[in-house]
Nanobody, 129 residues
């Protein structure tokens, strides 16, 4: 059974950094578009970042450009979201998701251009002083 597990969330002060991990089992992430999404209380889920299958491209929503970086670790079958210069408005539950795309496929984040097949359970990020 395919499974995605997020980790790395926590409480951080404004201006701080966190690195979220999305580790897969049962699937090989290289053939998947991977997206990171977040949902704050009372708000709709929004796409934050994505990375294409086969490493063609990555995208970030405007509000995190220059602060967040998404990357793959093929050996670990994982995708990471490095978040720097965090702001209170970055708080929320962060989810990773995977869309099966064995052919090289670019990704877009807002709106997403793929339907995601698998989702993780989420990890809480709280940015507060």
């Amino acid at each position: 059974q395919p499974r995605l597990v997020e980790s790395g969330g926590g409480l951080v002060q404004p201006g701080g950094s966190l690195r979220l991990s999305c580790v897969a089992s049962g699937i090989t992430l290289d053939s998947y578009v991977i997206g990171w999404f977040r949902q704050a209380p009372g708000k709709e889920r929004e796409g934050v970042s994505c990375i294409s299958s086969k490493g063609i491209n990555s995208r970030h929503v405007d509000s995190v450009k220059g602060r967040f970086t998404i990357s793959r670790d093929h050996a670990e079958n994982a995708v990471y979201l490095q978040m720097n210069s965090l702001k209170p408005e970055d708080s929320g539950v962060y989810y990773c998701a995977a869309a099966w795309k064995p052919r090289p496929t670019i990704c877009t984040v807002a709106p997403p251009n793929v339907i995601y097949d698998y989702w993780g359970q989420g990890t809480q990020v709280t940015v507060s002083s």
